[in-house]
């Protein structure tokens, strides 16, 4: 399938038609979706009804919107009124919202196609899927591998063709890191660029929803749609939300890249390590000035950004106890029993532990120890950021310290797994933004993803940076070779 503007032109000018870019999808769907598990569900009768909506309008001579006739895939931790919104749990296996969230009326009032709800890490809470209660989902490239996470679902669908884009939602990494692992280019948007409303709640002060694409043009024009305030989300900015897809083509001048070392040090792989030292040397070669800057509090960021998302998740995931939300436990007893026995059933390991370890570092005793002190250390991080954006355009960096991994590997450790979002979680807890963008492969063919981040609100030239990266070099452009 060609990029998403390639196919809104294409129904656009007749063609081809929505209902027919519809059908090819779900063809693909189903040749590759049993051996990748990247849709939990796909919404048939709902696209159906969309495509053929947008070439009715078509045909009535209506104007159609940025998005018309392409389809798109729905992480499934965002609320849609049709079909299920799992979370990837057990305990919202059955769950329909009776809303939809911000992203999806406005993809919807884009002329998108919804195809479908994709696998995640249960309450996107992980960083390879293999945390979903319905199974994992497996790389394209090779399906011993990981897709990343918790976006993985996501990833998977977009890496192998199956749709042009996606939506996902990041509060650690989770788009950035599974595009870096399927060869995609994925953004975390500014925290508040992006309308929250509908996307449930994991970490609420780091949680952004985020698009896969595979280039850097397509995802501007997704990153067009679904930013913008929203009343509902109290946390989304006024700012005015530029012409992201106009800007593309502003001229770069006097570009300036920051290069910190604590991105570069015990725990990198040395072939990941290589692509992005080749990556700076060109950038380098096309005019970039590289400069070399510090963020001295990243060592810290794992730490503090698992005190901070497992504090708000023990709080934003209490909901869920078979009384105001969730499956509740045929066994009933008391009502302290009800609570307990139908979140027991109903949240898998991870989840408990972070509600958990979140619950602890809450308590009384422990609050100053542990929450007060981590909101201190999120300061003076974002403060590192600050002084380096001062003196340069962009951070670049490895998105992910490793590349894809195999299933098992980190799972029975969470303290590894834990440690793969080394590069990643800073850009939530500071607010910032930050996009992943293929940049090699290892010897074994598996995708390497380099990271550039910007301060917050700045999106604007970091996709310029990112699009001047893809227009002189080709890795965005391999797609992996599925089975026939
Ligand atoms: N891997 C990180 C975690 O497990 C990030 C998840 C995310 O961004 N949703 O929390």
């Given amino acids: 399938m060609g990029p998403a503007r390639q196919l809104r032109q294409q129904v656009i000018s007749g063609e081809c038609s929505a209902e027919e870019i519809l059908n090819q999808t779900l063809e693909a769907v189903t040749r590759h979706n049993s051996r990748l ?26 104007a159609l919107g940025l998005l018309a006739g392409v389809p798109i895939a729905i992480k ?17 296996a059955d769950y329909r919202s009776p809303f939809d969230a911000h992203v999806i009326e406005r993809l919807l009032a884009a002329d998108a196609v919804l195809v479908g709800k994709t696998n ?9 899927t293999e945390n979903s209660a319905f199974g994992p989902s497996r790389n394209p490239w090779n399906p011993d591998y990981v897709p990343g996470g918790s976006s993985g679902g996501s990833a998977a669908a977009v890496s192998a063709g199956l749709v042009p884009l996606a939506l996902g939602s990041e509060t650690g990494g989770s788009v950035r890191q599974p595009a870096s692992f399927c060869n995609l280019t994925g953004l975390k948007p500014s925290y508040g660029r992006v309308s929250r409303y509908g996307l449930v709640a994991f970490g609420s002060s780091l949680d952004q929803i985020g698009p896969f694409a595979t280039d850097v043009a ?49 725990g990198l792989d040395s072939q990941v390590r290589n692509a992005v030292e080749q990556a700076i040397r060109e950038y380098e070669k096309w005019g970039a000035e590289i400069v070399e800057v510090s963020i001295p509090h990243l060592r810290y960021a794992i730490a503090c950004y698992y005190l901070v998302c497992t504090a708000e998740a023990s709080s934003n995931l209490a909901r869920f106890d078979g009384v105001h939300y969730g499956h509740r436990t045929a066994e009933r007893g008391d009502i302290i029993q009800l609570y307990s026995r139908s979140r027991a059933e109903g949240f898998g390991a991870e989840v408990k532990r972070r509600i958990m370890l979140g619950t602890y570092a809450l308590s ?12 201190k250390v999120r300061r003076l ?13 962009v951070l670049i960096s490895p998105t992910s310290p490793v590349p894809p991994f195999r299933f098992g590997e980190r799972l029975a450790d969470p303290l590894a797994m834990y440690l793969a979002d080394i590069y990643t979680a800073a850009t939530n807890l500071a607010g910032i933004c930050g996009i992943s963008i293929p940049c090699g492969f290892t010897s074994q063919g598996l995708p390497i993803g380099l990271q550039l981040q910007a301060a917050a609100f700045n999106e604007a030239r970091l996709l310029r940076i990112a699009r001047a990266y893809q ?9 992996p070779e599925l089975p026939r």
């Fill in 37 to 62: 598990h990247a849709f939990l569900r796909i919404d048939e009768a709902q696209a159906r009804q969309q495509a053929r909506q947008i070439d009715d309008r078509r045909g009535r001579g209506a």
């Fill in 76 to 92: 499934d931790n965002i609320c849609t009124r049709w079909g299920l919104t799992t979370c990837g749990s057990r305990i919202l």
């Fill in 120 to 128: 995640l890490d249960e309450f996107a809470m992980g960083s390879s």
């Fill in 218 to 266: 397509d995802l501007a024009l997704l990153l067009q749609v679904i930013a913008g305030r929203d009343s509902r989300d109290s946390t989304s900015v006024e700012l005015p939300v530029p012409d992201y897809v106009a800007e593309l083509e502003q001229p770069l001048d006097r570009l300036r890249i920051g290069v910190a070392a604590e991105y570069f040090g015990d």
């Fill in 364 to 375: 009384s005793g422990y609050y100053d120890a542990y929450y007060l002190k981590t909101l």
């Fill in 381 to 393: 991080l974002k403060e590192d950021f600050d002084r380096a954006f001062a003196r340069v355009d």
């Fill in 471 to 479: 227009q002189h070099t080709s890795h965005h452009t391999r797609r």
